[in-house]
C-alpha cells in the first residue's frame, strides 16, 4: 500500500509516493542512516572533537577541578559515572546543528519529496548519533579506566549501566530533533546550548547533592540526569550509588521519549505546510 503527498517545500503540484511497507522502511531507514555515517568521513573534525570534548571535561574536573564534595570513597570513581552521563545530554546541539543544516540547506524537502518512508530521515539521524555515542561511552571508559576508575559491579552490571546510558541519549536526540525542527535555522542552536549547560551540571554529576544548599539539592535530585548518574554509579559499584534511583533511570528517559517522539515525527510530517 502507499499514500501521496504532496511534494514539500516548491508548492507544487506534483505527488511522491510515500512507502510503506515494512521492507521498504527498513530500507530507506537504513539509507538514510549511511548517508549521515558518510557524514564522518567528510567532516573527521567535527567527529573528533565531539568525542574529544568530554575526554578533556573529565581530565579537568578529575585532576584539577574535582575535590570530591561530600563523596565517601575515591572521587575519579565517583566522577566518570556522572561524566558518562553528562556526555549523553551534551550530544543534544551535535544532533541540532545537523538537523536545522539540512533544513537550511532544504536537504529535508528534497527528500520528502522522494519516495521514501515517512520519518526515515529522523530515524537515520538517530540511529548515526547513537553509534557515535556508543563509541563515545566506550572511548569515555576506556579514559576513565586509565586514570584510576574501575567497574567493580561485574559485567553484567556494567552492561545494564551502559544500557542506562544509550537510553538516556536515545530520549535526549530526540528532543534535539523536536527543537531543531521548531527552530528550523542553525542560528537558533546557540540559545539551546546555553540551556543544556546550566541542566547538565545542575545534577549530581560532579558533587554530591549533600554538599549543597537545601534547595538547590532538591533540584538536582529530580534532575532526570541524576536519576541515571546514581543509578549507574549503584550499577558500576561506584560511591554514590544508590539501588533504589534503577526505576527513575528508565521512566524519566521513557516518559521524554513518548513525549518528544510523537512530537518530532509530528513537526517533520508539516514541515512545508
Known sequence: MSTARPTAGTGAAETAVSRTSAADVVSDCLTMTRRELAHWARQPVQVLVGLVFPVMLLLMFGHLVGGGRAVDGDYVDYLVPGMLT????????????AVTRDLDKGVIDRFRS??????????????????????????MAGVGYAIGWRADG???AALGALGLLLLLRFAMLWIGIFLALVAGRAELVQAVQILVWPVGFLSNAFASPDSMPGGLGTVVEWNPMSATATAVRDLF????????????????PLLLLALFFPLAVRKFGRLGR
Not at 553528562?86 to 544532533?95: D, I, K, Q, R, S
Not at 559499584?237 to 524519566?252: D, F, I, Q, R, Y
Open 154 to 156: 561485574g559485567p553484567g
Open 114 to 139: 522522494m519516495p521514501m518512508a515517512d520519518g526515515a530521515v529522523l530515524v537515520g539521524r538517530a540511529a548515526a548519533d547513537m553509534l557515535q555515542s556508543a563509541v563515545g561511552l566506550l572511548m
Open 86 to 97: 553528562l556526555t549523553m545530554v551534551f550530544g543534544l546541539e551535535g544532533t541540532m546543528t
Open 237 to 252: 559499584g561506584n560511591p554514590g550509588g544508590e539501588p533504589g534511583h534503577l526505576t527513575a533511570a528508565v521512566v524519566w
